[in-house]
């Protein structure tokens, strides 16, 4: 089947330490995003992706890098300089034709001790 | 993108229809309506989206008023498995991401 897959679902990290969250796709879609949700709250977008090899810093982007190096991955860090990194981490992909049509995986829980 | 305007709970009976309105007076004409949800703890899910006419596939159909400046996503017939935030957004086709607001929160009782 194909789909979206994050892993872990949940993780637990001492802070000051960096932390690499998967996000991986067999959709063949060229866009993938990564977004923060914290309690109660929308979601906010931290970096995407268009094309491989390329990607762009979204509204809270500090503390947090990424890398595309293969179409179909696209992991999010993120570091000791990220004050808050404890929420909920959302990443999605789409089409490159299909406009704001997203799929999303279902999430990985960080939880900073 | 335009702003959107949604309440932040409603209720709706098991097999009613479920209205969600949405606001979006400062839309613009290349702009989409958007609609996703979230159940908890789980990734948003899309649902449908429109640009003018009405829109209807197997979740749900969108209706959005002749000046474009609101919407009603409507769910035919609601089920428990209904209940989620629904989140409404106004977008251009070049955007680059999804702006989410607050949503409203269907409880669909039984």
Known sequence: ?113 | DAKTTQPPSMDCAEGRAANLPCNHSTISGNEYVYWYRQIHSQGPQYIIHGLKNNETNEMASLIITEDRKSSTLILPHATLRDTAVYYCMVLSGSARQLTFGSGTQLTVLP
């Open chain 1, 1 to 113: 089947d194909g789909g979206i897959t994050q892993s872990p679902k949940y993780l637990f990290r001492k802070e000051g330490q960096n932390v690499t969250l998967s996000c991986e796709q067999n959709l063949n879609h060229d866009a993938m995003y990564w977004y923060r949700q914290d309690p109660g709250q929308g979601l906010r977008l931290i970096y995407y992706s268009q094309i491989v090899n390329d990607f762009q810093k979204g509204d809270i982007a500090e503390g947090y890098s990424v890398s595309r190096e293969k179409k179909e991955s696209f992991p999010l860090t993120v570091t000791s300089a990220q004050k808050n990194p404890t929420a909920f981490y959302l990443c999605a992909s789409r089409e490159a034709t299909s406009y704001n049509e997203q799929f999303f995986g279902p999430g990985t829980r960080l939880t900073v001790l």
